[in-house]
């Protein structure tokens, strides 16, 4: 089984993506933006053969699913899936990701953390 060690999320801005013209461009901000070159470097590290990374690039190839959730995991952004996003028509400026559980908890924590603060400043001493 290959591990893939997944990259700290990276911010991308709407405007980069929606500068790009394909998606092999949007692949290839993906891995900039991820700090690395679309090069052999990165196909080793993802484990994909050079022509297939070329036809990526081309848009000869499509990217499966599970390929493509590995480069952006990998690469700690998801500028591809927002390029085509845009692409078909969407304004990136008004998505926004969902909250995972671990963030919903993290959230929950800290408004309870500010309550009690509240709750002790007013408190009679």
């Known amino acids: 089984m290959n591990q893939t060690q997944m990259s700290f999320p ?6 980069e993506v929606m ?3 394909t998606l092999g461009a949007a ?3 993906c891995a900039e933006i991820g700090g690395y070159a679309f090069d052999k470097s990165l ?3 993802l484990n994909v053969d050079k022509g297939q990374f070329s036809r990526w690039q081309n848009g000869s190839e499509g990217v499966i699913w599970p ?3 590995r480069l952006m995991d990998f690469c700690g952004n998801d500028a ?3 390029w085509m996003i ?3 028509g969407y304004d990136l400026n008004t998505l926004r990701r969902r909250e995972t559980e ?11 953390n500010a309550a009690l603060r509240r709750a002790l400043q007013v408190a009679p001493q």
Do not use: G, W
């Open 102 to 112: 671990t963030e919903r908890e993290n959230r929950l924590l800290r408004e309870e």
């Open 86 to 88: 845009h692409d078909r």
């Open 43 to 45: 196909q080793t590290d």
């Open 10 to 15: 990276v911010e991308v801005r709407p405007e």
């Open 67 to 69: 390929k493509f959730v």
């Open 19 to 21: 500068r790009k013209k």
């Open 27 to 29: 692949l290839e901000l």
């Open 80 to 82: 591809p899936l927002l």
